[in-house]
């Protein structure tokens, strides 16, 4: 190989000794950054799935109320399709008879979640962290956590669970917090359930790392809903 051809190779190849003498913030930032895409990416991701699963079900309800006949002396709209006036649908939404909306609590001590009972609760009743119901039907059921885990350099997992009478009828795990990583993790979780639930039924949620729901930087992101999409009484 000529003296020139050996020079160019040797101005192009990095150095060995600078490749493992990178500074130890320059990869502490590297990963901080990586861990910081897939968060949003993973949130991104998880808020698609829940619009998409939210647009199915309204899409069911709508085409559930266009069903229903027009009550004695209502004239039917313009067009004769419920569809077409969002009123309308909610005056016979299945769901209005039984709903509820809730935020978790700030003073979170227990594996077994507690909400905010000043939140929207109609045609359902809640007592120690348990939504009551009152009429039976089925019931769509979403859960919605954010979590804030401060990685110790060893991983975590986090799971959330939708419990019927006390029976786990749903469960999403994740693992958070690389090996040997010290640094914040954020991750959202979310669960929904369809299910058929009799009178005096109780809907509940339990995470087995109840510390790191975070109720400071996303406290309106924690959520519980349920409400009555086809009732059988």
């Not at 039984?98 to 979170?108: C, N, P």
Request: hydrophobic share 40%; charged share 15%; with cysteine.
């Amino acid at each position: 190989m000529g003296p020139g051809l050996q020079q160019a190779l040797h101005r192009v190849a990095p150095s060995h000794d600078t490749a493992m003498h990178e500074p130890a913030g320059s990869v502490a930032s590297h990963l901080g950054s990586t861990g910081r895409h897939h968060f949003y990416f993973t949130t991104v991701t998880l808020a698609l799935c829940l619009i998409f699963a939210v647009a199915t079900i309204m899409v069911l309800v709508v085409q559930k109320s266009d069903s229903i006949p027009n009550p004695p002396g209502k004239f039917p709209l313009k067009g004769g399709s419920c569809s077409e006036d969002i009123s309308c649908i909610l005056e016979r939404a299945p769901f209005k008879k039984s709903w509820a909306y809730l935020q978790v609590s700030k003073h979170i001590n227990k594996s077994k979640l507690s909400w905010n009972e000043d939140g929207i609760i109609h045609g359902v009743s809640y007592q120690d962290g348990n939504l009551v119901i009152q009429f039976p039907g089925w019931y769509f059921i979403i859960c919605q956590l954010q979590f804030l885990v401060n990685c110790q350099g060893q991983a975590v997992d986090l799971k959330l669970e939708l419990l019927i009478n006390k029976d786990v009828r749903k469960q999403t795990l994740v693992t958070v917090c690389e090996s040997g990583v010290q640094t914040k993790s954020y991750q959202n979780l979310s669960q929904f359930l369809l299910e058929h639930l009799q009178v005096n039924s109780t809907v509940s949620v339990v995470v087995n790392e109840y510390q790191y729901v975070d109720t400071n930087i996303f406290p309106l992101e924690n959520v519980f809903s349920i409400f009555l999409y086809s009732s059988s009484d």
